[in-house]
């Protein structure tokens, strides 16, 4: 505490001045209709759908199905083509393996007017359409027209299964899909084989009215079984393939096990009425502490507005090893009661601080045992804050995030359908707690202590202390 000099206090000022410009203006270059963001601002928060408005939904096997991982992925297909061919690029899609569950979220469109969402999610519920179809001809807007679309060789109940694999040739990793077929396509599959082998011909697959491949026949394919090759694919994409191929045989059809949907008005006025509450919040929080404990609580107050601006940069994508954030209204919550925790860890130090100096210690020896005797309870106070968060990210978060499988063993009971509303409450009141040991702890501490350097803070009176002169 001693060795700290007087400039530290400017410094961390400065430091928490500029990054709280470039939280929430971004740095950004436009280069005509191009624009190369380096640093994202508030701007480009992700809000959810409570906020913006959307559709939540969570389907089901029917009663009594217990689908396998592979189903579950192949219902999972499913989805994704059919929310990229209703133009929904910007969605969320969970799985739940161990409940059934598969959980979707998108939000209304913009300048969408006619948006019927409860057409939107029985289209998305329904079993998928697998053909397998002569040729590759398609319209003006890809569907199948002239021979393609009057020549299908087989369907999706035609089709056992799919499954990526791969094999290793002269040092390099090769991809494929690999089909079986029932007895029920083997013959029509070897029929057209047999003669589109001769030209060479191609085998479009279909799902829906969305071609997901078109390969070429190189050989009569007559034992129901057949391997789709390319010198592009991966082990992802030929998954991906996989398992699109295998939702066309389903043996059965999605149900709706629970559905809502948010207006956007609604939600933008939660979110603005939270942002309200917070400000007036913080302000209120800012008077108190600064009337009851004078300097140490006006750098608290510095040290707050520096975690909320830190838990902000979590949620926006600043910070390099952490990606952008979907931001809810528990969300909001979350940084709110973040600055809470906060207030507490600064009030813990700022009394301990005055008990001291009331017991006859010296200003410096005051400063140095307050925060010394504080931080116990502060870390106690905290940590117990990140395990509940850790355990709401784990029980209600998607089930592939790094929670949801560290405590699997422990809520594989939980369904995943409230992830990104108790999960994102859990993210920013981790975030939060987590940036309260930085901001208020260690720099309440450099500014309290380079503040104490001048002689016009030297006064006890200054730190809620009796002057005994």
């Known amino acids: 505490m001693r060795k700290i000099k007087k400039r530290v206090f400017f410094i961390i000022v400065a430091c928490i001045a500029v990054f709280t410009c470039l939280t929430f203006f971004g740095i950004s270059t436009q280069y005509g209709d191009v624009k190369t963001t380096y640093i994202r601002g ?45 133009g929904i690029t910007d969605y969320e899609l969970y799985v739940d393996y161990a409940n059934y569950h598969l959980i979707v979220r998108f939000p209304w469109q913009a300048g969408e007017a006619d948006f019927d969402p409860e057409q939107a999610v029985k289209e998305l519920g329904e079993t998928a359409e697998l053909t397998f179809r002569k040729g590759y001809e398609v319209d003006s807007v890809g569907l199948p027209t002239g021979e393609t679309a009057e020549n299908i060789i087989i369907t999706g109940a035609d089709v056992e299964s799919a499954q990526a694999v791969w094999w290793e040739e002269n040092g390099k990793q090769n991809f494929a899909v690999s089909l079986t077929l029932l007895d029920s396509g083997k013959e029509k599959f070897a029929e057209a084989t047999t003669e589109l082998a001769e030209t060479n011909g191609i085998i479009s697959i279909w799902m829906d009215d969305t071609c ?30 996989a398992d699109k191929i295998n939702s066309g045989a389903l043996p059965f059809k999605l149900t709706t096990a629970n559905y809502r949907t948010i207006s956007p008005t609604l939600g933008e006025g939660a979110r603005d009425a939270m942002l309200i509450a917070g400000v007036i919040a913080f302000i209120a929080i800012a008077v108190y502490v600064i009337a009851i404990y004078r300097l140490p609580g006006v750098v608290a107050v510095i040290a707050l507005f520096g975690q909320v601006v830190a838990s902000i940069a979590a949620v926006t994508g600043f910070f390099a090893f952490i990606p952008s954030f979907t931001l809810t209204i528990p969300g909001i919550a979350g940084i709110i009661l973040a600055v809470g925790m906060g207030v507490d860890a600064n009030v813990i130090t700022a009394e301990r601080i005055r008990e001291e100096i009331n017991n006859g210690k010296s200003l410096n020896s005051a400063l140095e045992l307050g925060y010394k005797r504080a931080w116990a309870a502060i870390f106690d106070g905290n940590i117990t804050i990140v395990f509940v968060a850790v355990i709401l990210m784990g029980a209600f978060g998607p089930p592939d995030s790094i929670f949801a499988q560290a405590l699997r063993f422990l809520f594989f009971m939980f369904p995943a359908s409230t992830a990104g509303t108790i999960y994102s409450f859990g993210y920013t009141l981790l975030m939060g707690v987590l940036f309260n040991f930085f901001f208020g702890v260690l720099c309440s501490r450099l500014m309290l202590a380079a503040l104490s350097k001048f002689k016009a803070f030297r006064n006890v009176k200054l730190y809620g202390g009796v002057d005994n002169e």
């Not at 190189?218 to 057949?226: F, I, N, R, S």
């Open 42 to 86: 508030v701007d480009g928060i992700r809000w959810g759908i409570d906020i913006r408005g959307g559709v939540d939904v969570t389907f089901t096997p029917p009663e009594g199905v217990e689908a396998t991982e592979s189903q579950m992925d192949a219902a999972r297909a499913v989805i994704e083509q059919r929310m990229i061919s209703l």
């Open 212 to 241: 997901i491949s078109y390969p070429n026949v190189e050989e009569p394919l007559t034992d129901g079984q057949a391997q789709i090759t390319s010198s592009t694919f991966t082990w992802e994409s030929a998954k991906a393939l």
